[in-house]
């Protein structure tokens, strides 16, 4: 019997068609699209629901609830979930949907997309539509519970991916974590890393994102006080610092953000969470001084999570602890659903 497959329209590139200018604008549902794709009604018992259509950089938190809710509502329904989406924000819905269903999740959600609208020649969106509908039939066969990215040949873990071209067809990677299959001539084969369901661990959803995160991209001479009204204005929930290597923080006056942490964390009970830039990095902020100053100073490293990763997991975890420092460190410092070391 073929597998029931429920694919979800979230707009994106690969639900968009020129408009007489030739700008590209969303379709005006995803149905229309995949008629062009008959093939995946011959793979699979398909079924296609239009929840939204926009561009991926308008996509916020309350979106995420949106596809949670979608996705939740038909768990039971269907062998597996495709989400179609756009590239921009892709591996930020695909993280957040990973942490609000934990190891809970009983099916494989695989969010896909493309570099070009399936109505142009030589588009990539036919491709990745095909093999996200292999990935999601094979992972149903193997009983294997993964929120992934599909992307040309790569099968990955979602909260792992950042995007790494705007332009290349292979947009994605997960460059501090292996893939967790391939797709070839013969077909999709999953590696020793993926999550199987386990049917021991009841679904609990936890959907809840909080806003007001400030991130910030650390550079030589940025000055804590422009900083610091962000902090002190009552609207900053959480503080990411994008770090310069493995953890290291500015600890030399006047450019100095040690004071601003102590601050942040002590007066205004305010997390402050340092993240590495570089894509694969980790956080090592007790081997130079600068970095040890700055845990210290009550700072929390993210180890090896990317920044979006990092960025997403500290929005869900402000609205699942109790203002306590310890309980929201031990929250980011765990491995909720693979998506750090």
């Given at each position: 019997?073929?597998?029931?497959?429920?694919?979800?329209?979230?707009?994106?590139?690969?639900?968009?068609?020129?408009?007489?200018?030739?700008?590209?604008?969303?379709?005006?549902?995803?149905?229309?699209?995949?008629?062009?794709?008959?093939?995946?009604?011959?793979?699979?018992?398909?079924?296609?629901?239009?929840?939204?259509?926009?561009?991926?950089?308008?996509?916020?938190?309350?979106?995420?609830?949106?596809?949670?809710?979608?996705?939740?509502?038909?768990?039971?329904?269907?062998?597996?979930?495709?989400?179609?989406?756009?590239?921009?924000?892709?591996?930020?819905?695909?993280?957040?949907?990973?942490?609000?269903?934990?190891?809970?999740?009983?099916?494989?959600?695989?969010?896909?997309?493309?570099?070009?609208?399936?109505?142009?020649?030589?588009?990539d969106a036919k491709f990745n539509l095909e093999n996200s509908l292999k990935v999601v039939i094979e992972a149903a066969l193997q009983n294997i519970a993964e929120v992934m990215i599909v992307f040309s040949y790569s099968v990955l873990r979602g909260n792992r991916a950042i995007k790494i071209s705007e332009s290349k067809f292979n947009a994605f990677d997960t460059p501090a974590f292996p893939h967790l299959?391939?797709?070839?001539?013969?077909?999709?084969?999953?590696?020793?890393?993926?999550?199987?369901?386990?049917?021991?661990?009841?679904?609990?959803?936890?959907?809840?994102?909080?806003?007001?995160?400030?991130?910030?991209?650390?550079?030589?001479?940025?000055?804590?006080?422009?900083?610091?009204?962000?902090?002190?204005?009552?609207?900053?929930?959480?503080?990411?610092?994008?770090?310069?290597?493995?953890?290291?923080?500015?600890?030399?006056?006047?450019?100095?953000?040690?004071?601003?942490?102590?601050?942040?964390?002590?007066?205004?009970?305010?997390?402050?969470?340092?993240?590495?830039?570089?894509?694969?990095?980790?956080?090592?902020?007790?081997?130079?001084?600068?970095?040890?100053?700055?845990?210290?100073?009550?700072?929390?490293?993210?180890?090896?999570?990317?920044?979006?990763?990092?960025?997403?997991?500290?929005?869900?975890?402000?609205?699942?602890?109790?203002?306590?420092?310890?309980?929201?460190?031990?929250?980011?410092?765990?491995?909720?659903?693979?998506?750090?070391?």
């Amino acid at each position: 019997m073929k597998k029931k497959i429920l694919i979800l329209g979230f707009g994106g590139t690969i639900a968009m068609v020129p408009d007489a200018t030739g700008v590209l604008r969303p379709a005006k549902s995803i149905e229309e699209m995949l008629a062009i794709v008959p093939s995946l009604g011959e793979m699979a018992d398909v079924t296609v629901r239009q929840l939204i259509n926009l561009d991926s950089t308008n996509l916020n938190p309350k979106h995420w609830t949106i596809l949670i809710d979608a996705i939740a509502e038909d768990h039971d329904n269907y062998d597996g979930i495709i989400v179609t989406h756009g590239t921009d924000t892709m591996a930020y819905s695909a993280s957040a949907i990973s942490l609000a269903f934990g190891r809970g999740l009983k099916k494989t959600i695989v969010f896909t997309g493309s570099q070009l609208p399936l109505v142009e020649y030589g588009t990539d969106a036919k491709f990745n539509l095909e093999n996200s509908l292999k990935v999601v039939i094979e992972a149903a066969l193997q009983n294997i519970a993964e929120v992934m990215i599909v992307f040309s040949y790569s099968v990955l873990r979602g909260n792992r991916a950042i995007k790494i071209s705007e332009s290349k067809f292979n947009a994605f990677d997960t460059p501090a974590f292996p893939h967790l299959g391939s797709i070839t001539a013969t077909g999709v084969a999953f590696g020793p890393l993926v999550l199987k369901a386990d049917p021991s661990v009841k679904l609990e959803i936890k959907k809840d994102f909080a806003e007001g995160v400030l991130a910030i991209e650390l550079y030589p001479g940025i000055q804590p006080d422009v900083i610091m009204p962000s902090v002190e204005s009552g609207r900053c929930k959480a503080l990411l610092l994008k770090s310069l290597g493995a953890g290291n923080v500015p600890s030399e006056d006047p450019y100095s953000l040690l004071p601003l942490i102590r601050y942040a964390t002590e007066k205004m009970n305010i997390p402050v969470l340092v993240s590495t830039k570089f894509t694969g990095g980790n956080t090592h902020m007790e081997i130079y001084e600068p970095g040890k100053l700055a845990l210290e100073a009550g700072a929390i490293p993210t180890g090896d999570l990317t920044d979006v990763a990092a960025q997403v997991k500290c929005m869900w975890a402000l609205n699942t602890w109790t203002r306590s420092k310890d309980e929201f460190k031990r929250i980011i410092a765990s491995n909720v659903v693979g998506e750090k070391s």
